[in-house]
């Protein structure tokens, strides 16, 4: 007579492309993260956000205009609304937005209502243009991350009042235009790397000349080093390279279980403080991320053990 009995079982069909998914869009939002804990050292206290955001694509421009030309800009691919999706999300408008909202509110709550809601948005615009399925373990995943969003930015009741809100209307409204980029490219199926060149090029064509025009007085009687440094990470490491990672990562992974990574952000900021700036999380923030570790893993269709019933013979 045989007894049923409850043997642990994990799949590894899908494990490869996982892990290397996952490895795509962790590199990427550690580019991301990295640029927060920089700005914190004082090296671009000299530069502005228009200032940066010039820098970022001037560079970028230039560097992977070899693609847009070889390429083109992939309007019948995207469509028009794709392609607008393609320049506000991984273009001039988001880091020009952001910049915006932290003159009314903290970079915490930034990265808290940006980086801690871009999965949740992507999600709710997948199930709308993609159909792609939200089982209960992803939602279960995407509710930690909001908690912990919330509990790393300190958001409480006193900060959801007054001229903060508008700060937080903006940070809401990037991660919005993120999301639209993430499922854009996935719907049509555009690689990483040309996505981000359309939208660097074309922030170039549009975005150089407004500055130089209307923001630009003093840009190059700025430290040199500030230049070179800032050149070199928003222009090559995060407008090009970050955004080819992430493309990638929402081509194995989907839109949704992509975007999951981005609510690391935060996280990695909080780590990168510890050697590079000295600063340890609070107790609060400890536990905020291991709150969104865990939501990442579950929102991104992390491999789950499984229980299968196996007769003894």
């Given at each position: 007579m045989s007894n049923p009995t409850n043997q642990l079982v994990v799949s590894h069909s899908d494990t490869r492309q996982f892990v290397i998914g996952a490895t795509c869009a962790i590199s990427a939002v550690a580019v991301w993260a990295g640029w927060l804990v920089m700005m914190r050292l004082g090296v671009t206290t000299q530069l502005s956000t228009t200032d940066l955001a010039a820098l970022r694509f001037a560079v970028a421009g230039l560097v992977l205009l070899p693609i847009v030309?070889?390429?083109?800009?992939?309007?019948?691919r995207l469509g028009w609304p794709g392609f607008a999706a393609v320049v506000i999300g991984a273009g001039a408008p988001v880091p020009l937005v952001i910049g915006m909202g932290l003159a009314f509110a903290p970079a915490a709550h930034a990265g808290a209502l940006y980086q801690g809601f871009v999965p949740f948005a992507v999600a709710c615009l997948a199930a709308i243009v993609l159909n792609e399925p939200a089982?209960?373990?992803?939602?279960?995943?995407?509710?930690l991350i909001v908690c912990g969003a919330v509990m790393i930015g300190g958001l409480g009741v006193s900060s959801l009042i007054g001229r903060q809100n508008i700060g937080h209307i903006l940070f809401l409204s990037s991660a919005f235009m993120t999301a639209c980029y993430t499922v854009a490219i996935r719907r049509a199926g555009t690689d990483g790397l040309h996505a981000a060149a359309i939208a660097a090029v074309v922030s170039l064509l549009f975005y150089l000349p407004i500055y130089?025009?209307?923001?630009e007085d003093d840009l190059f009687t700025k430290p040199a080093a500030d230049l070179v440094f800032q050149a070199l990470y928003q222009g090559v490491l995060t407008a090009a390279i970050s955004l080819a990672l992430y493309g990638r990562a929402i081509r194995l992974l989907g839109a949704s279980k992509a975007a999951a990574f981005v609510a690391l952000g935060?996280?990695?900021?909080?780590?990168?403080?510890?050697p590079v700036l000295g600063e340890w999380p609070s107790s609060v923030v400890w536990a905020a991320i291991v709150i969104i570790t865990a939501g990442v893993y579950l929102a991104s269709g992390g491999p789950l053990p499984t229980f299968r019933l196996r007769p003894l013979v």
């Open positions: 030309l070889r390429r083109r800009l992939g309007i019948r089982p209960s373990i992803r939602k279960v995943g995407l509710l130089f025009v209307l923001f935060p996280t990695m900021t909080a780590l990168m403080g510890i």
